[in-house]
């Protein structure tokens, strides 16, 4: 972590796994912003979406836990595999 820049001590609501500095895509609607995303496979949220995304939609996917560290906020990062993402995760 480089110096005067904060570290996360958010951790994951399903698993409490530390979670991971992401950088969005800059083509998103984020726009590059940073968000904190739990990138532990073994986690519950992320284990159980791959059965909830292909009962309910019928699709090979799961999700991930994020929250915008700004304002708290959580949501789902969908996800098409356990890879997916990871090359957006920053010190």
Same mark, same amino acid.
Not at 34 to 59: H, K, S
Not at 70 to 89: E, F, H, N, Q
């Given at each position: 972590?480089?110096?005067?820049?904060?570290?996360? *001590?958010?951790?994951?609501?399903?698993?409490?796994?530390?979670?991971?500095?992401?950088? *969005?895509?800059?083509?998103? *609607?984020?726009?590059?912003?940073?968000?904190?995303?739990?990138?532990? &496979? &073994?986690?519950? !949220?992320f284990v159980r979406g791959w059965t909830v995304?292909?009962?309910?939609?019928?699709?090979?996917?799961? !999700?991930?836990?994020?929250?915008?560290?700004v304002t708290g906020a959580t949501s789902p990062?969908?996800?098409?595999?356990? *890879?997916?993402?990871? &090359?957006?995760?920053? &010190?």
């Amino acid at each position: 972590m480089a110096p005067g820049r904060p570290q996360s *001590t958010h951790v994951c609501p399903h698993c409490g796994a530390v979670l991971s500095r992401w950088q *969005t895509p800059v083509e998103s *609607t984020w726009g590059g912003e940073i968000r904190l995303v739990c990138f532990n &496979d &073994d986690c519950p !949220y992320f284990v159980r979406g791959w059965t909830v995304m292909a009962e309910q939609q019928a699709v090979s996917a799961s !999700y991930r836990a994020v929250i915008n560290p700004v304002t708290g906020a959580t949501s789902p990062l969908p996800v098409w595999s356990k *890879t997916a993402l990871r &090359d957006g995760i920053v &010190d």
